[in-house]
């Protein structure tokens, strides 16, 4: 047995109790039904599915969702993008985000306990197979190795930025890497095995159920199967599409699925090695993220859109593309104003213009002129803003978006990015003034 494997072989404490508390099957579809889950403020980047088949979402408004019967429960902790979920058996979910903080959530809880943190975003996550540690990837250059019951945390160093990881059944860790590698750690002490070099970041990662095959996916399109042993090649399934951005494995019915940037979806036989689906499912935009439901009739997927999508595998390629992509930030540039555009690339996935409620990832921005900073009732702001003496008008606006976020308000929750064009920051404020106003 690995000494990876061997990081914690207790039981977690609070584990017991939590066992009971996700087994509801929520979000379940029959195989023959298409159907949505809706809710999220912002575009849906990761998905989980437990034994039971318990469907858990996590998006760009920092929320989890844990769906039962298409109605969510919402969990809340992360104070950015939650970019990774797993459940570590039928009754613990974990999650991880682009706050670098990762989160365990208890029996009917609502409230996450903090696990720990990595130094820059986190990628993914997986689990070893005594489902007692779980395993991170960050793009901080290092994976964490998280014993969810007794033991003490330990780090490896990757060196470059890690977008995924994978577990053996004997406790190897495979990592993939932002420089085209995948590194293979069969002792969190010793270095790694190369196991692949392929110039391009390597995305995703699928190990074979006996582990005898390892998938995976990159930003140059490259989709191949390779021994997991040496390297060589299985398969390579790689298409005129790029990047690829998920993948997903159905051990019973011996299904692979992948996702890519250009919003296509492609299924192989991996008992034969063959495209058994290859189909367009989103208008416009991405494939995100990808999970089988536990009968693999079923492929959850996410994109662009604030919902995730049921997808019976039955009807893959019978139907038009269901997931619309239809964020603003893509409509025809000629159709707006200069002002709107810049609201559209910059503000439009956070914020919301009117008064009506909203789960975006900010605050609504309606009435915004002459407020104070962080004082909009409702919405949890981050800690730098309670007290902040920035009232929101022209001069501020202006400042926030000529110096960045991180500089003009350092701490908070907003994304990094700069209007550095004078022109376009003038324009972006005089379609707020109108937009944001208040009608007497």
Not at 113 to 124: F, S, T
Not at 154 to 176: T, W
Not at 283 to 303: C, I, K, M, N, S
Request: some cysteine.
């Amino acid at each position: 047995m690995s000494a990876l494997a061997d990081v914690s072989r207790k039981t977690c404490a609070i584990c017991g109790a939590a066992a009971l508390s996700l087994m509801v099957v929520g979000g379940h579809v029959d195989a023959d039904e298409f159907t949505t889950l809706k809710g999220h403020g912002g575009p849906v980047m990761a998905l989980a599915v437990s034994p039971e088949g318990q469907v858990a979402t996590g998006s760009f408004d920092n929320a989890i969702g844990l769906w039962r019967d298409r109605s969510p429960r919402w969990l809340e902790a992360h104070e950015a993008a939650v970019t990774a979920l797993a459940f570590m058996d039928a009754g613990r979910l974990v999650s991880a985000g682009d706050d670098f903080a990762l989160y365990l959530w208890p029996q009917g809880s609502n409230t996450g306990e903090l696990i720990g943190r990595h130094l820059g975003k986190i990628r993914a996550l997986a689990v070893t197979p005594d489902r007692d540690t779980l395993v991170s990837g960050s793009w901080d250059g290092e994976i964490g190795l998280w014993p969810l019951g007794d033991g003490s945390e330990q780090r490896i160093k990757v060196g470059s930025g890690v977008n995924d990881v994978a577990v053996g059944a004997d406790g190897a860790v495979y990592a993939a890497t932002m420089s085209g590698q995948i590194l293979v750690y069969e002792d969190a002490d010793r270095s790694p095995r190369r196991l692949v070099d392929q110039g391009f970041g390597i995305n995703q990662l699928v190990l074979g159920p006996d582990g005898d095959w390892l998938a995976y996916g990159a930003v140059d399109g490259a989709t191949r199967v390779v021994d997991s042993q040496t390297g060589g090649l299985v398969a390579d399934f790689t298409l005129e599409r790029r990047p690829i951005l998920a993948m997903a494995y159905h051990e019973g019915t011996a299904r692979l699925a992948v996702g890519d940037g250009q919003g296509y979806i492609m299924m192989v036989d991996t008992e034969t090695w063959r495209i058994s689906a290859d189909f367009r499912a989103t208008r416009d935009g991405p494939v995100w993220a990808l999970e089988f439901a536990p009968d693999g009739q079923t492929v959850w997927a996410a994109g662009l859109d604030d919902l995730a999508y049921g997808w019976p595998v039955a009807l893959m390629g019978e139907t038009e593309a269901q997931m619309a992509g239809n964020r603003g930030f893509l409509k025809d540039p000629a159709t707006m104003t200069n002002g709107e555009r810049q609201f559209m690339r910059k503000c439009s996935i956070c914020h919301v213009l009117g008064p009506e409620d909203s789960r975006k990832a900010g605050p609504s921005l309606y009435d915004v002129f002459g407020r104070p900073a962080g004082t909009l009732a409702g919405y949890r702001y981050s800690e730098v803003l309670d007290g902040s003496d920035i009232i929101w008008g022209e001069a501020t606006i202006d400042a926030l978006f000529d110096l960045g976020p991180d500089h003009y308000i350092p701490g908070s929750k907003m994304p990094m990015q700069r209007i550095t064009d004078p022109q376009d920051r003038r324009d972006l404020i005089a379609f707020l003034k109108r937009a944001t106003k208040v009608e007497k």
